[in-house]
């Protein structure tokens, strides 16, 4: 196994350390913990820099999700995630008794067979209903992890997979068949595929006399309403040609929702699938928003406040999980995202753009920040409109990336965003997708999944852990369950110009004896053990002294004996 850049004590780097006033007693520098001034510095021959980082095992715990791990991409990439979401633009239109779907303005408005090959599924097996949902859950049962299905709600899917469909084709057309929430009729396993119409109650009946209902071990979990409706007009002109209205996503969310809850009761239901902050503020300003908006203070507030309401007129919660898409809109010389801009300042811009997720003393170069400061971070401010507009729904990310997935940048910023997610009470994250050259972005997700190859995860239960640098050191941890003896520290050192010694404090009940560490950096996209951790990083008092090496990402596992 390779060996890392050494995590150990330096024992003259310390005592210079203490001779220059940097440290006090050997607890580290004492800045405020929300300063973003780095600490008092010590740039010897051997470190950039130092941080102290702060753990308390006792303090601030809380659940940390299991299905914050997720992906939406069929390919499995070796990963263990938890869910995996089947979702994007081809699912708006995809007709689920025949198995045909719709591009859109992705490409040329084509209807055709794409879900089926890009699966993978056989030819043999293309006509048989529901076989792109069926196989897509199945293959994920196959990786141990849960399913998101997305069920059609713009009104109307493919009717064929003759290609193009021109404007003149715009429905209502014989390009397109409708969809009706409800059969009001018997279900059958062998619907009708010449009788213009598609029921989606009756894809839920067809899952859960399959697979059982959404408790049940096989079951599917979560439904999906449809995906980013903000944007049909422009992504699915053909299908829905006019700006999707405010209310109009209420209604059609409320009539979808409470059919899906006929038949699975307990099913979690997912909306309104917003793909980004633009529409979070306002839904892309249709024409309704003026007159329906209520002076809400953005969209976010106002679809949860209606569907509260839902709730009150039709007796049960249709509204389960809000589901959002985030895909950063900080910049360096280009935005991080979808070009993977790799100028020296979009590096520095992607390393610290999941601060944007929590950190109220970070301010990212980009238009949110500009036009609206007062909306970010972004994660406890999705959360306080739940608190305020309709208490215990959660709150899931079902499509999100960082770019720039296959370098250490893009890997640090990956598991990052992880760790913010686990921490800050995101219940459901899928990474957009993942392809096999991805092996930072992998890397990252190992990390905390099975960083050791053996299936070593990170804890369940997130614990109090800061840093008091945060331009440079990221830090998370957690313990399983309630039972502090196994520390599991998440520490990711962004600085490019060399490593940074970092001071731990450990506070809390239990006293660490031994430990491992397990790592990735810029050298390399594998995670290997750090070997001699355990002989050189002293456990035995209330602080430790390491290095973390520049540019990397550490799992390091704290146990009393």
């Known amino acids: 196994m390779r060996l890392r850049y050494v ?9 210079l350390v203490l001779a220059l006033g940097a440290c006090d007693s050997g607890s580290g520098p004492s800045l405020p913990e929300d300063s973003e001034e780095s600490p008092p510095g010590n740039d010897g021959p051997d470190v950039e820099g130092t941080a102290t980082v702060s753990i308390h095992t006792g303090e601030d715990r809380s659940d940390i999700s299991p299905y914050v791990y997720g992906s939406n991409q069929a390919q499995s990439s070796g990963n263990d995630f938890t869910v995996r979401r089947l979702g994007g633009n081809r699912l708006t239109g995809y007709n689920w008794e025949t198995n045909y779907s719709n591009a859109g303005s992705d490409y040329q408005h084509s209807s055709d067979d794409f879900l089926l090959r890009n699966e993978g599924i056989p030819e043999s097996e293309w006509r048989e209903p529901a076989k792109v949902v069926t196989h897509f859950h199945e293959e994920a049962m196959d990786m141990g992890a849960e399913t998101v299905v997305t069920l059609q709600m713009a009104g109307w899917v493919s009717a064929d997979n003759d290609g193009t469909v021109t404007e003149e084709e715009t429905v209502p057309s014989p390009r397109w068949d409708s969809v009706e929430y409800r059969k009001g009729a018997s279900y059958t396993q062998s619907p009708d595929t010449e009788d213009g119409t598609v029921y989606m109650d009756e894809l839920v009946h067809l899952l859960t006399e399959r697979y059982g209902g959404a408790s049940t071990e096989e079951g599917v979990r979560w439904y ?3 995906n980013e409706p903000a944007l049909w007009s422009s992504t699915h002109p053909r299908i829905h040609p006019e700006q999707t209205g405010a209310q109009e996503i209420v209604n059609r969310t409320t009539e979808l929702a409470s059919a899906v809850k006929a038949v699975d009761p307990e099913s979690q239901i997912l909306g309104p699938v917003l793909y980004g902050f633009g529409a979070y503020l306002d839904f892309e300003g249709p024409s309704d928003w003026s007159s329906v908006s209520g002076g809400h203070d953005w969209f976010v507030s106002y679809y949860l406040d209606q569907m509260q309401q839902a709730e009150q007129t039709h007796g049960t919660r ?29 590096i520095e811009a992607r390393l610290q753009a999941p601060r944007t997720l929590w950190d109220s003393t970070y301010t990212e170069n980009s238009w949110i920040a500009d036009c609206c400061s007062e909306d970010l971070p972004i994660l406890p401010r999705l959360q306080q409109a739940i608190e305020e507009h309709y208490p215990g729904t959660k709150l899931a990310i079902t499509e999100y990336e960082y770019g720039a997935m296959n370098t250490i940048s893009g890997g640090l910023a990956q598991a990052d965003a992880l760790g913010a997610f686990g921490k800050y009470g995101v219940h459901l994250a899928t990474l957009w997708g993942i392809e096999d050259g991805d092996e930072y972005v992998a890397s990252a997700f190992d990390l905390y999944r099975n960083y050791d190859g053996e299936g070593g995860t990170y804890g369940n239960t997130d614990v109090r852990a800061t840093t008091d640098d945060r331009q440079n050191v990221s830090v998370y941890a957690s313990i399983e369950d309630e039972d502090p003896s196994t520390l599991h520290v998440i520490l990711i050192n962004k600085n490019r110009d060399g490593p940074f010694q970092i001071q731990f404090d450990l506070q809390g009940s239990a006293s660490y004896s031994t430990g491992d560490a397990w790592q990735f950096d810029a050298e390399g996209a594998s995670i290997d053990e750090v070997e001699s951790f355990g002989d050189d990083v002293d456990l035995s008092g209330d602080s430790f002294s390491y290095v973390a090496p520049q540019e990397s990402a550490t799992h390091l596992i704290l146990r009393t004996e």
């Open 224 to 226: 999906s309403l449809d």
């Open 318 to 346: 249709l509204l389960d999980v809000l589901d959002v898409h985030w895909y950063p809109e900080a910049r360096g010389d280009n935005r991080i995202v979808f070009n993977d801009g790799n100028t020296e300042a979009d």
């Open 7 to 15: 995590f150990s004590i330096v024992l003259a780097t310390v005592a």
